[in-house]
């Protein structure tokens, strides 16, 4: 795996450029959500009903679960980095031994 430090100017900017646009994706799925859904709840509500609660939580998870590997998962996202730098300090001292 590529580190920052050994990578060329132009792969650290298509690297952040691809980092970027995903988390752009994800703003756009959360405006596309909040806009959606306010649309829904108004809908069910001006029948009183409550069926948009469904909806809300379905694609809720979905869009949690694009946060989660967006933010955290992803490379790049700090979780990520500190499980590669445990891996990396587990591997330095399995081969000391």
Known sequence: MNTSSSSSPAELEKRAR???GAKMGWYIHA???V???LGLVALSASKGHTWAVYPLMGWGLGLLVHGAV????APGGDFYERLVERERRALAAGERR
């Open 70 to 73: 967006i933010w955290f998962i």
């Open 35 to 37: 806009l959606v859904n």
């Open 31 to 33: 405006f596309v959500y």
């Open 18 to 20: 691809r980092r970027a």
